[in-house]
């Protein structure tokens, strides 16, 4: 799919504040409101859009702590990635998992509470898994910037 200008617009939009109606996303476009419809139902049949989501403040949810986890599994085999992979799935505390090149196989980005609940994440389910070789811890000391907008 080949996105115009007014898609670009309507998506930079939509990034910052999905619970706009499409009467003023029509009004900040230029569009009538039927235009600005159609034009998001067919950026989420083209899975352009995929889903809408809220954002929620870790600090009010006791979930303050972020920690990027490196993991270098055994051995980089296909059998060894399929496994981790399905479990690393199946963990509520990893928000975000990313299979890299380099040093480490993957990085973990994980909300927690504190240090005490890291620890027992630690021992209690990566340790678990199999075909890990090593881990390495990056706790976060403050947030600098934080955002989910792609600027198109």
Do not use: P, W
């Amino acid at each position: 799919m080949r996105l115009d200008q007014t898609d670009k617009k309507l998506l930079n939009l939509l990034q910052k504040d999905s619970k706009q109606t499409t009467k003023s996303l029509s009004l900040q476009l230029n569009l009538s409101v039927t235009a600005v419809y159609e034009r998001i139902k067919k950026l989420e049949k083209d899975q352009v859009i995929q889903q809408y989501t809220a954002l929620i403040d870790k600090n009010k949810i006791d979930k303050s702590l972020l920690v990027f986890c490196h993991i270098r599994l055994e051995k980089h085999t296909k059998e060894y990635i399929a496994v981790f992979e399905n479990e690393i799935n199946k963990l509520s505390e990893v928000i975000e998992c990313f299979h890299l090149s380099g040093e480490y196989d993957y990085v973990l980005k994980i909300y927690i509470k504190d240090m005490q609940a890291y620890r027992e994440f630690m021992v209690n389910k990566i340790t678990g898994l199999k075909h890990i070789g090593s881990t390495h811890s990056v706790f976060t000391i403050s947030e600098v910037k934080n955002t989910t907008a792609i600027d198109l």
